[in-house]
């Protein structure tokens, strides 16, 4: 069974950190680009990061640049997204997706370009 899953959201306090995971099953995640996406309540979802399957080029929104790390370990299958300082805007629900039409992503790609979406993680950025 092809799916993605994502694991480590929760409730944290402004300035505190996660270190959201997304693994794939019935697929190589090494073949695909991912990205990341969140969606905050009553917002449109948007691109919080991506890396790239080629050469593992990486990009960020400017909300989150300096602060999220995204890195992909092959081997296990699996995608992280390091969020460090967060932020209350940060509060969302987190997803992963993965593209297989590009070898590299920009941030602009749509996102019916993405064959595979997790169910997503909530992260609650509170006091």
């Known amino acids: 069974q092809v799916q993605l899953v994502e694991s480590g959201g929760g409730l944290v306090q402004p300035g505190g950190s996660l270190r959201l995971s997304c693994v794939a099953s019935?697929?190589?995640?090494?073949?695909?680009?991912i990205a990341w996406f969140r969606q905050a309540p009553g917002k449109e979802r948007e691109g919080v990061s991506g890396v790239s399957s080629s050469v593992s080029d990486t990009y960020y929104a400017d909300s989150v640049k300096g602060r999220f790390t995204i890195s992909r370990d092959n081997a296990d299958n699996t995608v992280y997204l390091q969020m460090n300082s967060l932020k209350p805007e940060d509060t969302a629900v987190y997803y992963c997706a993965a593209n297989l039409m590009r070898s590299r992503l920009t941030g602009t790609e749509a996102e019916y370009e993405y064959s595979y979406w997790g169910q997503g993680t909530k992260v609650t950025v509170s006091s």
């Open positions: 019935g697929f190589f995640l090494k073949d695909y680009s």
